[in-house]
Structures are given as C-alpha cells and as structure tokens.
C-alpha cells in the first residue's frame, strides 16, 4: 500500500461492492465506507479534518504504532459521531478553541491513541457518546487533557495523560466518566476536576502527581468515587471538596502534599474507608462550615510535615473517626466553634507533639474506647461552652492527661491516665468538669490536681503512686459550692491533699509545652519524701566546640562567616566590660533568609549554644513557633499566645520560622499584625532574656521587614542561607551513607550529581531534606534488591549503585 493511501476493506454482502479498494483521502476513504468496513492507513501525515459518521475500523497499519499523524493546521482533527473502532493513530491539534479528538455519539473503541496537541482538550467526550478508550496518551501543554461533558460517559482504561495546561480530566454539566488504572500527572490546574449537578466520576486504582493545584477536586454539588487510587505530590491542596460536593475514597492513599491533604467546606461530605493520609504539610483533614461532614472508618493519618492538626474542625462542620489511626503529628484533633462536633470511637492518637484533642469555642468532642500515648496534652477542653464526653478511654505517658479551662464542663467516664510526667486530670482558671470513675497511675505529679474556684465533681476515682499526692484541691475546697466536689474517691496516699491558693497559674496555649508547668505550682504534703539524688547536668559546651559543630556543616560557608563575626563581636564586647572599658552595643536578634532545607533551624540552635557558652543567654535553648503557634483564633488570644512562646524561650532563642506570615499581603482582619506588635514589644522590654530569630523566604522576608518597620529596626543582621550545590547535596549523602554505614559503589557519586544537577529547583526544593530524601529512597530500592540474593556478602549489604538512585521528577 503506497505511502499516504487508504486502503478501505469492505465488509458488506452485495455482490456489486467492490471487497477492498483505496483512496487518495482519509475523507475519501471514510465517505465512501460503510458500517462495519475496515480502514487501513499508510503511514503518512494526513492535513485533514477528519469525522467518522459510521461504525467502521480506522487503523493505521499493524506493527507501525504512530506512523500515522492526522494533523490539520486548525479546527477538530478527529470528530467520532458513531459507534466506530479507531486504532494506532497519532493526532495533533493547534486550534486553542477546539478539542484534537471530538467524540460526540455512539460507543466507540478507541485504543492505542497517542495524542500530542495544543488545544482546548486532548479529548472531549460529550452527548450521548459512552466510548472506551483504552491505552491512550494525552500530551495537551495548552488546555484540559480529558473532557467529559454535556452528560456523556465512557471508560478510560490504562490511559495516562503526561501533560495538561489545566486540569489534567475535567467532568462537567452531568457527565459521568470512569477512570480504571490510569495515571494523570503534571497538569497545571486540578489533576481530576468534578463540577456542578448531576456530575459524577468513578476512578480505580488510579494515580494523581506532579500537580500544580489539587489532585482532586469536586464542588458544586457533583460526586465522585474514588477506589485504591493515590494521589500525591501537589502543589496544593490534596484533595478539595466544595458546596455539596460529595466524595468517596477507599483504600486509597493521599501523601506529600504541601498544603491540606483533604480540604472540606460548605456542606461537603467525605466518606473515607481503608485510606492513608500522610506527610501533608498543614492539615491531613481540613473540615470547615454547617453541615460539612467526614466519616472516616479504618484510616490512618501521619506524619505530618507541618505545623498544623492533623484533624481541624471548625465552623459547625462534623468529623466522625471510627477505628483510625492518628500518630507522628504536632497536634491530632483540634474541634473548634460553637456546632462544631468530633466523634471519634475506637481509634488510636499517639506520638502526639502537643495537644492529641482540643476543644475549644463552644464545640464538642466525644470519645469512646480510644487509646492516647505519648502526647504532651492528652485532652484539653480550654473554655466556656466547649464540652463533650471521654469515655473508656485511657492516656498514656503523656505530659498531662486532661486539661480542662476557663469555664469548660466536660464528663469524663471511667478513664485511666497513666505515667503522666505532670498531672492525671488538671483543672484551672474557673474549668468544670464531672469525672466519674477514672484513675491515675503513676503519676510524677499529682493524681487530680483542681485549682481554685474551679466547680468540678469527682466520684468514685481512684489514684496509685501519684510523686506529689493522688489528689490537689486549693485550701477550704473540697466539698464547698464554689469548689470541687468529690465523693467515694480512692488512693494510696493518705486521702485528698489541700494546699493554700497558689498564684494562678499561665494561660495555657495549643502549642504550650506543659513539662514545667504543674510542677511549678506550690502545695503542702503531711510528709515530704526525701529527695532522690539527681545526675548533674552536663556542662554546657564552649564556644568552641559548637562553633567547630557549626563549620561540619555541608556548605553554609557564608552562613559560617556571618555567625563567626557576630560571635567575634559579642565575645571581644565581653572581654572589654570585663575590663573596664566600654563595649559597643551589640544587638543580637537576627533574620534568616533562604528556601526550606538549607539549615535554618540547625543553625539557629547553635547560636543558642554558643550564646549561652559566652554568658549572653542563660540556657540558649531554641523555642521553635510559626504563625499558628502565636496567632489565635479571637481577640485577645493572640497576644496571649505570644506572651507563653516568649516565656517559654526565656534565657534562649525564639526561632519563628514563616515570620512573614503573620503579616498577609492580604491581612484583613488578621491577627498576625496583633502577634508582631505584641513581640516587638516584649523584645524591647526584655531585650537580654531571649534572642529573637525570624525566617522565612527570601522575598517574602524582604517584604515582611519592609511593611514592618518597627519589626526590621530591631535586628541586627539578615543571613541568607543559599541553596545547596549539587556537590554539597552529594556530600549529605556520603555522610548518611557513612553514619548508616553504607558506601557509595564506582560510579555513584557521578550518578548522585547528575541526578541533584537535573532536579528541578523551584519553590518546592527541599535541599537538605532533598537529600536526605535521596539517600533513603537509595535505600529502600537497595534493600528490595539485595533481598532477593540467597547469601548476599558484605559488599552487596553495603554498596549503593546508581541503579538504586531514584527517578528524577518532572
């Protein structure tokens, strides 16, 4: 068959058509078909505009995938309209307001399609067209990949579509597609768009990356159902749901996503079954609004990245955890605003930084048969109007078990809080709460620890080798009207413990470290037991060996510099006051500037070190805080917040990182202006207790110094922290190969700076981290290897080959 010809195959029974015969023409060829003949291309590029109005075979020739290009200069380069079967074509569209393949009826097979084109969708779907499209590429840098409208359907098997310049499939005005086994990545709007009434999608085992914008993304009253799919690496959120959106996920996994991994609001709802959330860097479930709801049933959520809770609820939505998991996170439940409601029923939160569940401005939490351990605060409910009900559940090895504040009336049923390092139940600032049948074991603390003026009833509780006594009530309380009340109430120690009123105690925050805290508190006891004797601490390292901690750093050389002159100063003004003489006024609070992953943090705790090493700070411990940390949720709160981190880092170094988020280019009525007044104010009234470092980007630095003069006036310096060099990155991983004891085999080395030298380097660079990152995937695709030997040898335990370098992204 000649180049450029179609060969039509005819299939019909009357003697007068000819069986085959060929055509100069695609359109030829196709209006002189009919049903069920077949249409063999030779290989060619066809400027044609192309429409299959029958049910006929269009294929290019066999063993010859892609030789056949359909690339009109403008409009629909393949308009399908019937129930045909088209094959092994490449199509190219350059219209921006037309699809390249148009499917308008019928049910059409098309299979083997690659479609490479700049124009309004790589595929459009509309009508009463249901095609299946089966292992076809969409390559679409301009417009949608995949487009499903107007009520149509159809099933995407195996497809992928490796480029779009919005969102990578878009389902709207009732259409109703589903997705099986596909893969859809680096598009520049939703990966999977699902919008308005009557719109619906369907996708297994499907996967969603490499997005500039949210993977998933369903609003307007559409729905979507989503089975053993994964979605990860966006560049916002996860997965969006908005205005009755409704979205099933099961056995599905949502990771590394830099802002929330689910965002829910204004009546959405979430069912969520069998799923991962994991390594997000705000929320793992973000639920906002009335009538906004989460069932979560067997899930697991972790890791966070971030300084956010893993679970926010706010604005009268409702979140419901059934048989979950919540672990490694700063905070695990936050429930706030009056309406707002968290059932959570058999479920574990643990590894918990801070607070494991919050309630706050009226909502309410109930927990049943749940498991907490290893937080810092295992249940705080902080004020008046918020409440709800901890039922058999216990709190393990946590800093205090329950907090419950400033007018909030919990119940608390038959609980056991054991091993907590400050209090079991700790109740202050006028809080209430009924505990009834709970217990403390092991407390470094006290049992129930009840500050004055605080109504709270406790009946039939028990409490066992509590360090400071099983039970803390303020003297005269204990059974007046004003006080607590307690009946039928157990120990092991002598009976209920009073003490004279103490001072009242801090307001405590979200991220407020509670060790310290309870154990400040004066109280009396019949008999003081003799003190153990305690280790000394060990002595504080001198200047010099955390400045040679500090030049073992990988790179940072200007960083070294900067740190080794302001040390330089600080330690020569020492010397001349101790002289006599008069030393220049150093001011030592600092701005860090750079991308994330460039050693901020790490260099910000040994200026701490070497501060306190030359006398200046009286620890030189660092309080890390960002936005969220110091900016609260209602006047007032705001400044209270920030008052408790700077208390905290008294004597060290308060490293805000974000500092520019507390000042939005569109602030509004945000509090952040609130917590930058407050600490420039405290930074002048206790300019020698704490050293004041804020990072961030470098250009949002600049701006953020620059709208706030009264902040910039007071830092002595901006360091910039540049991005890692390939070889620095490369020299990261020779150290966490050594400290891991793995080597680098022959050739690796120039594998690991190719790959750094070709990793994109935008906003989303983790440098350090990026490393590090590197040097673990080395070792997982090592072990998958190495386990597949019978008697692997030391070299094979050992050496890591380029082959174990993972694939660069795009």
Not at 366 to 393: K, M, P, V, Y
Not at 551 to 577: N, P
Not at 705 to 711: D, S
Request: hydrophobic residues 35%.
């Amino acid at each position: 068959m000649a180049q450029g010809t179609v060969q039509v195959t005819h299939t019909g029974t009357s003697r007068w058509r000819r069986r085959t015969g060929e055509y100069a023409s695609l359109s030829a060829a196709l209006e002189a078909a009919a049903e069920g003949d077949v249409l063999t291309v030779a290989p060619g590029t066809y400027r044609e505009n192309l429409v299959v109005p029958r049910a006929v075979t269009l294929r290019g020739p066999e063993g010859s995938a892609g030789s056949v290009r359909i690339a009109p200069l403008d409009g629909v380069p393949l308009t399908v309209r019937a129930s045909a079967v088209v094959q092994g074509l490449h199509i190219e569209g350059q219209d921006s307001a037309a699809p390249a393949l148009l499917v308008e009826d019928g049910t059409a097979e098309l299979t083997d399609l690659r479609i490479v084109t700049r124009s309004a969708a790589g595929i459009e779907v509309r009508g009463a067209a249901r095609p299946t499209v089966r292992r076809c590429t969409v390559d679409n840098p301009a417009g949608v990949g995949v487009a499903v409208l107007d009520g149509a359907g159809g099933v995407f098997e195996e497809c992928e579509i490796v480029s779009a310049g919005q969102s990578g499939v878009s389902v709207r005005d009732g259409g109703h597609p589903r997705l099986d086994r596909c893969r859809i990545h680096h598009a520049s709007g939703a990966g999977i768009g699902v919008t308005g009434d009557g719109s619906g999608l369907e996708a297994f085992g499907c996967e969603v990356y490499e997005i500039k914008g949210s993977g998933i993304q369903v609003t307007a009253r559409a729905s979507a159902h989503l089975t053993d799919c994964t979605v990860h690496r966006t560049s916002a959120d996860g997965v969006t749901l908005d205005t009755d959106a409704v979205l099933t996920l099961a056995d599905c996994d949502i990771h590394d996503i830099p802002e929330n991994a689910v965002d829910l609001r204004s009546r959405s709802v979430l069912t969520l079954t069998r799923s991962t959330v994991r390594r997000f860097g705000r929320n793992g479930l973000s639920v906002w609004d009335p009538g906004t709801r989460v069932d979560a049933n067997q899930c697991e959520i972790h890791d966070s990245t971030g300084d956010y809770p893993a679970v926010w609820v706010s604005d009268g939505a409702t979140v419901i955890l059934d048989a979950c998991r919540v672990h490694d996170v700063p905070d695990a439940l936050f429930v706030l605003d009056r309406g707002s409601r968290a059932d959570v029923v058999d479920s574990d939160l643990s590894q918990i930084r801070n607070t494991a569940v919050s309630v706050s401005d009226g909502a309410t939490a109930q927990l049943d048969d749940c498991r907490i351990r290893e937080a810092s605060t295992g249940a705080w409910f902080r004020d008046h109007g918020s409440g709800g009900t901890l039922n058999n559940c216990t709190i393990d090895a946590a800093q205090t078990g329950v907090i419950v504040t400033k007018g909030a009336d919990p119940t608390i049923e038959r609980c056991t809080v054991t091993s907590p390092a400050e209090a079991g139940f700790y109740v202050s600032a006028e809080g209430r709460g009924t505990f009834d049948g709970c217990r403390v074991t092991g407390s470094e603390g006290y049992g129930f620890h009840v500050m004055e003026g605080c109504r709270t009833t406790l009946t039939r509780c028990r409490t066992e080798r509590c360090a400071r006594g099983g039970y803390e009530f303020p003297e005269g309380d204990g059974g007046s009207a004003a006080g607590p009340v307690a009946q039928d109430c157990t120990s092991d120690e002598s009976g209920l413990r009073t003490a004279p009123a103490p001072p009242p105690p801090p307001v405590l925050t979200a991220t407020q470290s509670t060790p310290g805290l309870l154990g400040a508190l004066p109280g009396q006891r019949a008999v003081e037991p003799v003190p153990e004797p305690v280790a000394p601490a060990e002595p504080a390292r001198d200047s010099s060996a955390v400045l040679g901690e500090l030049d073992a750093l990988v790179g940072l050389d200007s960083v070294k510099r900067e740190v080794r002159a302001l040390t330089d100063m600080i330690e020569v003004g020492r010397r001349r006051a101790e002289a006599g003489l008069k030393a220049a006024s150093v001011r030592r609070h600092l701005v860090f500037t750079g991308s994330p992953g460039t050693g901020k943090t790490t260099v910000a705790r040994l200026y701490g070190e070497i501060l306190a090493s030359l006398g200046v700070l009286e620890r030189g411990h660092l309080v890390e805080v960002s936005r969220v940390d110091l900016v609260g949720e209602h006047i007032g709160s705001t400044a209270i917040r920030t008052q408790e981190a700077f208390d905290r880092a008294r004597g060290g170094v308060l490293f805000v990182d974000e500092a520019y988020a507390l000042s939005p280019e569109d602030s509004g009525r945000d509090f952040g202006r609130e917590a930058i007044d407050t600490l420039v104010k405290l930074m002048e009234d206790h300019r020698d207790a704490v050293v004041v470092i804020v990072a961030g980007y470098t250009l949002e630095m600049e701006r953020f110094l620059t709208v706030n003069p009264g902040v910039a006036s007071r830092f002595s310096r901006t360091i910039t922290f540049q991005d890692y060099l390939p070889e620095e990155l490369l020299r990261i991983v020779e150290q966490q190969a050594e400290e891991h004891e793995y080597s680098l085999a022959a050739g690796t080395g120039e594998a690991l700076l190719k790959h750094f030298t070709a990793l994109p380097k935008g906003p989303a660079f983790g440098n350090g981290r990026t490393a590090r990152q590197t040097f673990e995937s080395m070792v997982e695709r090592h072990a998958g290897r190495v386990a597949q030997l019978a008697e692997p040898s030391t070299d094979d335990l050992t050496l890591l080959y380029p082959e174990d370098l993972p694939e660069v992204p795009f």
